[in-house]
């Protein structure tokens, strides 16, 4: 990979924001958002590159975005694989007991959002949004709200095109953060 050049203010206002939460335990997101091929995924790789807290990274896909928690399902086997202990709370509703009984959303989101407290502090990032279908968008916004309500110290970095999807959060984390929310 080549150097990267410029966008020093962005890289700053994206650092400063991640390395809030931690060290204050609470929430802080960060939404990086503009039109294809302006370097929205290089910006943050660059931003978060020596991030040194327990990182979950997942992206959208086109093809998927019509698929009922698409994302969700890829941020959920993520999380598993952050920890011991967060495999340990995730495993049971991600491949529970043939002929048991299949979990509903609710026990889906909840072990998520007990998942991704069991760290000090968590960075999740994802890439492409404006692809992330209605399901997992929910999801996102039940791990914001969770990690509000508990102080876990979580940091939120999303990257996408303009787009419904991506306004849509940026107005519930509006509403939620307030000041907490960065937008780049």
């Known amino acids: 990979m080549t150097g990267f050049f410029g966008r020093t203010h962005e890289l700053d206002l994206v650092r400063a924001a991640v390395a809030r939460a931690p060290g204050a335990r609470r929430l802080t997101a960060v939404v ?11 910006l943050i790789g660059e931003a978060l590159r020596n991030v040194q807290v327990g990182r979950v990274a997942v992206s959208a896909y086109e093809p998927e975005m019509s698929l009922p928690f698409s994302l969700g399902h890829d941020l959920t086997r993520a999380l598993a694989r952050s920890s011991h ?64 309500a508990d102080g876990d110290p979580l940091s939120l970095v999303v990257g996408g095109r303009r787009s419904i999807a991506v306004s849509a959060l940026v107005t519930s984390l509006e509403r939620l953060l307030g000041e907490g929310l960065t937008r780049v």
């Open 85 to 148: 202990a967060a495999g340990q709370i995730l495993d049971p509703i991600l491949a529970p007991e043939p002929g048991g009984p299949l979990p509903d959303w609710t026990s889906v989101f909840e072990a998520a959002h007990r998942a991704a407290g069991v760290r000090d502090s968590l960075l999740i990032t994802i890439d492409d949004f404006q692809w992330s279908d209605e399901r997992s968008t929910a999801l996102i916004h039940y791990l914001v709200r969770g990690a509000q």
């Open 32 to 42: 990086v958002e503009g039109e294809p091929g302006v370097g929205k995924t290089r």
